[in-house]
T-cell receptor, first 114, second 109 residues
Framework: GAGVSQTPSNKVTEKGKYVELRCDPISGHTALYWYRQSLGQGPEFLIYFQGTGAADDSGLPNDRFFAVRPEGSVSTLKIQRTERGDSAVYLC????????????FGQGTRLTVV | SQQGEEDPQALSIQEGENATMNCSYK?????LQWYRQNSGRGLVHLILIRSNEREKHSGRLRVTLDTSKKSSSLLITASRAADTASYFCATDAGTALIFGKGTTLSVSS
């Protein structure tokens, strides 16, 4: 695609439910990142994929959060037993994986847990 | 985790004035990047400066990097109302880009 696509753009879920957030990176980009951003804060790193594997998942806050990228393209961020504190904008970005390259961001998914 | 810290947190100026934002970071980096965000959604890349560079220009943007002080600055010259946005620095230490908390710039006409 022309850019990074994230779906849905908005998601409202009840506390305790399971949610999946999808990211379609730019075609051919090998690196993919997930970030979480709360109001008035900068993007907080969650996980980074190089190809199919998670190269760095040190930002995942706890074991309720999990992400996959089975074919090295589309990625899904999965959140189990959602809590109100999970409410935020979840941002996805991709790069071509080379050194010193810019990241292209999607428009994000605004998750609201009620 | 967040490594960069931008200063000031908020900046209000008049059109035509220059805006300067600063970023400090903690660990060694390969490069530092600046991003802009409108309305709290997607970020747009502005400029990248490598660790062996000291200054870089792109249009009305000027970025400096001082690795000895672990700091960078972003200067926007001749600001316009359309420059109103949040600006973030992001450090690349070889894995993920780590963002600061940002500077909110407001340019009034």
């Amino acid at each position: 695609g022309a850019g990074v696509s994230q779906t849905p753009s908005n998601k409202v879920t009840e506390k305790g439910k399971y949610v999946e957030l999808r990211c379609d990176p730019i075609s051919g980009h090998t690196a993919l990142y997930w970030y979480r951003q709360s109001l008035g804060q900068g993007p907080e790193f969650l996980i980074y994929f190089q190809g199919t594997g998670a190269a760095d998942d040190s930002g995942l806050p706890n074991d309720r959060f999990f992400a996959v990228r089975p074919e090295g393209s589309v990625s899904t961020l999965k959140i189990q037993r959602t809590e109100r504190g999970d409410s935020a904008v979840y941002l996805c970005a991709s790069t071509n994986g080379g050194g010193a390259t810019e990241a292209f961001f999607g428009q994000g998914t605004r998750l609201t847990v009620v | 985790s967040q490594q960069g810290e931008e200063d000031p947190q908020a900046l209000s100026i008049q059109e035509g004035e220059n805006a300067t934002m600063n970023c400090s970071y903690k660990t060694s980096i390969n490069n530092l990047q600046w991003y802009r965000q409108n309305s709290g959604r997607g970020l747009v890349h502005l400029i990248l400066i490598r660790s062996n560079e000291r200054e870089k220009h792109s249009g009305r943007l000027r970025v400096t990097l001082d690795t000895s002080k672990k700091s960078s600055s972003l200067l926007i010259t001749a600001s316009r109302a359309a420059d109103t946005a949040s600006y973030f620095c992001a450090t690349d230490a070889g894995t993920a880009l780590i963002f600061g908390k940002g500077t909110t710039l407001s340019v009034s006409s």
